[in-house]
């Protein structure tokens, strides 16, 4: 393929004799970053990345003035940070600070995936001080600027159901615009960073146009513009409205789970609704041999969680054995299987079922004089341990020569919204507002435009 310098990238970028006419307005003639767009940081892309659709604009995401080069198809190399345009084998640098894409249709595709509106690719070697994944990852780093009430439209299948009933798909898009909004406001304060929201459940899952439909479009409509913000407040402020899948009987609180307070989170709810989730009740064991390798994987990736792992572990992890493991706090308490009739004793108070810590002790496997014991907090544990095994911090544990065996309830961080609560809250008649009362007591619905 032919490469060009510097010039040859400009003029890459420069109106084309050949191209065909188009409107100002049809295609954006910058990037768009305003309060009513949202940067979703798409994920699963591949490191090969084929971009179509009708007459695809292309240019510099900083420098649109510039001009831009057309097309119907371009083909992204992630591995040497290319972008190519087949029709002609010419090939590109990507620059650090991206190349923006849009379509005059507003629809374009990435590997047969459909987006709307901008799509801006950065280089695979962008640094970011703010996340070390962006500087490991093989694939490219690419970013979704949509309209945040088109980007609610494809969360809605993507965190849960758009055929559930009408209160409850509203009551969670109302969350999931707060949360996006709140994201919005906080990644805004670092220059530095390209995106607001991750399109994975790290913050909510974004499908894009693909598991849009028209019933869950009609259900933002309704909810346009509306937010959570914390009772006593007196701004327009979004809370983090965090939800989860099923809160196993009892909601949590933030400082419980990331030890740090929130905005608009006043008490745990206890939750009679969500006893018919898939996951309300489970089961998971695992060998002390599995622990240990889930251990020296999490020491090795995540660098912000092995802080409370000391060094003699850390430097030589092999040396030693897990001997016991033990839960702090928590404890699964029973809950009957009766829906409505429990919300007159649906309450919250200061005890907390949700286990807090997991304490591991090991033994020199070369002095077995030796001891070592490690305190970790069970959410962060969780996550080292396997998230969509061991579902949620509320569980007991007991052990059986060297395997450890879980019994526990719920699925998720149990903060805010529980989603199979609001499902059934929804079909036993409760309103949208009731809903969002139960599962945040200390917020107000507000109305932003």
Known sequence: MRRLGWLGFVLFFLPQAHAIPIQPRQVASELRIDPRTVRVKLSNLGRVML????????????????????????????????????????????????????????????????????????????????DESVRKNPQCLVVNHINVERYLESVVNGEFNSHWSPPAVEAQVIAARTYALYQMKAMRRDRGRVYD????????????????????????????????VAKNSHNLDPIKAFYHASCGGWTELPQDVWGKK??????????????????????????????EEKIAHGIAVDSANRKVWPSAYTQHPRRWTLSKIAAIGGGVDEIRRKDHSMIASAHADDSDPRVQDLVFQFIDRKDPQKKLKVKMNAYQARNWLGPAQLKSTLFTLSIDGRTVKF?????GHGVGLCQWGAKRMGELGFTRDQILAHYYPGVKIARIW
Not at 64 to 86: F, H, M, N, T
Not at 216 to 223: C, D, E, H
Not at 407 to 411: F, H, L, V
Request: some cysteine; charged content about 25%.
């Open 262 to 291: 929130f905005k608009g989170f006043t008490k745990k709810v206890r939750d009679p609704y969500c006893v018919h989730a898939p996951s309300f009740h489970w089961d998971y064991q695992m060998s002390f041999a599995a622990i």
């Open 197 to 228: 929201v991750e399109s994975t459940q790290k913050d909510q899952v974004y499908l894009g146009l693909d598991s849009a439909d028209p019933k869950g479009a009609k259900l933002v409509a309704k909810t346009k513009g509306m937010i959570l």
């Open 51 to 130: 971009i179509k659709g009708t007459d695809l604009a292309l240019s510099l995401a900083k420098k649109p003035e510039l001009g831009s080069v057309r097309a119907d198809e371009w083909v992204v190399d992630c591995k040497r940070s290319l972008i190519i345009q087949p029709l002609t084998g010419k090939s590109r640098k990507i620059p650090r600070s991206g190349i923006l894409i849009e379509s005059l249709s507003g629809i374009l595709s990435i590997n047969e995936h459909r987006f709307r509106e901008q799509v801006v690719v950065y280089p695979k070697d962008l640094e970011s001080p703010y």
């Open 407 to 411: 019994k526990g309830r719920g699925s």
